[in-house]
Structure formats: structure tokens, C-alpha cells
């Protein structure tokens, strides 16, 4: 059973940055497409970067050039450093497998919440 934990999530103004992490057991990340996901408050949750096995990575265009998101094979750690953040970034976030890749999920972490605010 893999067990997916986000961290590092917390209260930002705008224009600051944040890097979450994704830490999960046994070597997902080396074996499988992930991305994160992030659901605002009333919305459905969306996938919104992507990395490959192989380190390709992808990202939904609004948020090109603002978010990277990378990986620790070795750590067994995902993550996603975001810049520049906006009040609409506010949401929780989440990480999992790819949902282009996939039809199924892993089971859901308890994602970490992310909130922009001045």
C-alpha cells in the first residue's frame, strides 16, 4: 500500500514562494508518472504539473514559468516550488499518480493546505 504525505504548505503574502513536498514509501517515483493536484475551496480537484518516470515535466499553462516541479528518486520525494504565488493559488494540495498516464489512484494523502493572503 503506498502512503502519499504532502508538507509544506502555510500561509504566504502574495509575490512569495513555497516548496511542498511529496513523500512516499517505496520507489514510485522511479517507476511511475506523478503529478500534483490542488483543490480550491468549492472546485473540483485538478491536476496541474506532471513529472515522468524519466523526469519529463508539464505543466497546466497557467502556471508555466511560476511553478517547477521535480523529484529525489534517491529520497523518495517529489516536489513543487512555487513562485510568485496569487490569492487564486490558495487550496489544498495534493500528489499522486498522473491521471493522464492512469485510470487509477493511490490512495489520497491528507494534502497540505496552501493559503495566499496579505
Known amino acids: 500500500q503506498v502512503q502519499l504525505v504532502e508538507s509544506g504548505g502555510g500561509l504566504v503574502q502574495p509575490g512569495g514562494s513555497l516548496r511542498l513536498s511529496c513523500a512516499a514509501s517505496?520507489?514510485?517515483?522511479?517507476?511511475?508518472?506523478m503529478g500534483w493536484y490542488r483543490q480550491a475551496p468549492g472546485k473540483q480537484r485538478e491536476l496541474i504539473a506532471r513529472?515522468?518516470?524519466?523526469?519529463?515535466?508539464d505543466y497546466v499553462d497557467s502556471l508555466k514559468g511560476r511553478f517547477i516541479i521535480s523529484k529525489d528518486n534517491a529520497k523518495g520525494t517529489m516536489y513543487l516550488q512555487m513562485n510568485s504565488l496569487k490569492p487564486e493559488d490558495t487550496a489544498a494540495y495534493y500528489c499522486?499518480?498522473?491521471?493522464?498516464?492512469?485510470?487509477?489512484?493511490?490512495?489520497w494523502g491528507q494534502g497540505t493546505q496552501v493559503t495566499v493572503s496579505s
Open positions: 517505496g520507489s514510485i517515483f522511479s517507476i511511475y508518472n
Open positions: 513529472i515522468t518516470r524519466d523526469g519529463s515535466t
Open positions: 499522486n499518480l498522473d491521471r493522464t498516464s492512469y485510470t487509477n489512484y493511490f490512495s
